[in-house]
């Protein structure tokens, strides 16, 4: 009796697999549910609800003014810290090396990290949105459409700096550095404060920041202002600057 050799799935099934694999494994990771869902919507009822944090929202209500910046917040734990911290561990153990020598291949496996990325996002985007409008938020629905593309160049900026940082440094060292980086781009990095009224010359810094632009590019879009070109810009040019770092200095293993 002869067998039928074992032929592999088509790739898009193999990358739709790997992607569900990802999604799934952040969803059901406790510390990465703490970074991806419970850190913004505790930014996001703590800048609404309390005076702990001062806010010039120049007329604006509190939560139109906090939700877009709390929407940019999500994006980056979920693209940044979250993807760095997974991709670092997988490199450590070896799953990295694995997978790359399977059907899947190291393009599959990368396409299955970015889909599981968008997927964690949508997840974030139902819930912050939910909560937001519970709220009393009243976004500008003309300018869903230019937040959602905003939102994914900022995805595609913080997932090559994720790799870039998970693919030179070893796995301690990228937890340590991914939540420090978050923490300081939260405070200082123009995301949830606009650029031009945080004090003395972090206003220039943070506007030639990834989250500065990511930031204002969600305020201008869900405030009804239009998205400034120059937000596009920034993003754009980090994106292309991780990219290219991340593909030369990548280590598989």
């Known amino acids: 009796m002869t067998h039928a050799p074992a032929v592999a ?8 697999a790997q992607a569900g694999f990802e999604t799934r494994t952040i969803l059901r990771n406790g510390e990465q549910l703490l970074v991806t869902i419970a850190l913004p919507l505790f930014l996001l009822v703590g800048l609404v609800r309390t005076s702990i944090f001062e806010l010039d929202t120049a007329g604006a209500t509190r939560v139109d003014f906090a939700t877009p ?23 450590r153990n070896g799953v990295l090396r694995l997978l790359a020598t399977t059907p899947l291949g190291r393009g599959g496996l990368l396409a299955g990290k970015v889909l599981g990325v968008l997927a964690v996002e949508v997840v974030q985007a139902v819930v912050i949105t939910a909560v937001a409008l519970a709220l009393g938020w009243h976004p500008h629905t003309a300018g869903v459409a230019a937040a ?14 994720a790799l870039l ?19 300081l781009l939260i405070a ?4 949830l404060v606009p650029p031009d009224r945080m004090p003395g010359p972090l206003a220039h810094v943070a ?11 969600m305020r201008g879009a869900l405030l009804g202002g239009g998205v400034p070109v120059a937000s596009i810009v920034v993003l754009t040019a980090w994106t292309a600057a991780f990219g290219w770092s ?3 200095l990548f280590r598989w293993q």
């Open 9 to 16: 799935a088509p790739a898009w099934r193999r990358v739709a």
């Open 69 to 91: 910046g709390v929407i940019a917040v999500a994006v980056m734990s979920t693209a940044f810290t979250s993807q760095a911290i997974a991709t670092a561990f997988d490199r």
């Open 148 to 161: 959602v593309g905003a939102g994914l160049l900022g995805t595609a900026a913080f997932t090559a700096l």
């Open 165 to 183: 940082i998970a693919g030179v440094l070893r796995a301690e060292g990228v937890l340590a550095v991914a939540n420090l980086v978050l923490v």
């Open 188 to 191: 200082g990095g123009g995301v």
């Open 207 to 217: 506007a030639l920041l990834p989250s500065g632009a990511l930031g204002e590019a």
């Open 246 to 248: 991340a593909a030369r």
